[in-house]
């Protein structure tokens, strides 16, 4: 079992920072990889980056130059540093496990969700 908690959300004016972490616990060998997701209001929830065990990163569009996904293994921590925040970063912020290196079957390998932070940028 690996669980994960996410915290570091807030409310900030716009043009200002936030890092948010995401903490695992349990069987942290299992991960193989992590993403961030956010879900804006009545909308869907979309990855927005990725970070693998070897340190290789993914941003989308939204976070590109802004944003910084990172981790700290020694710790099992991962961590998203958002920078010039937008009030269209408004949204809920959750993160997903891929725990690839214990599981094969899609549906174990992503079931780890944090119970997601919520970011507010006011304009």
């Known amino acids: 079992q690996v669980q994960v908690v996410e915290s570091g959300g807030g409310l900030v004016q716009a043009g200002g920072s936030l890092r948010l972490s995401c903490a695992a616990s349990?069987?942290?060998?299992?991960?193989?990889?992590m993403g961030w997701y956010r879900q804006p209001p009545g909308k869907e929830r979309v990855l927005l980056a990725a970070?693998?065990?070897?340190?290789?990163?993914v941003m989308r569009d939204p976070g590109k130059g802004r944003f910084i996904i990172s981790r700290d293994k020694s710790k099992s921590t991962f961590y998203l540093q958002m920078n010039n925040l937008k009030p269209e970063d408004t949204a809920v912020y959750s993160c997903?496990?891929?725990?690839?290196?214990?599981?094969?079957?899609?549906?174990?390998?992503?079931?780890?969700w944090g119970q997601g932070t919520q970011v507010t940028v006011s304009s």
């Open positions: 970070i693998t065990s070897d340190g290789s990163t």
């Open positions: 349990g069987d942290t060998r299992c991960i193989s990889a």
């Open positions: 997903n496990l891929d725990l690839q290196n214990c599981f094969s079957d899609y549906e174990r390998r992503f079931a780890t």
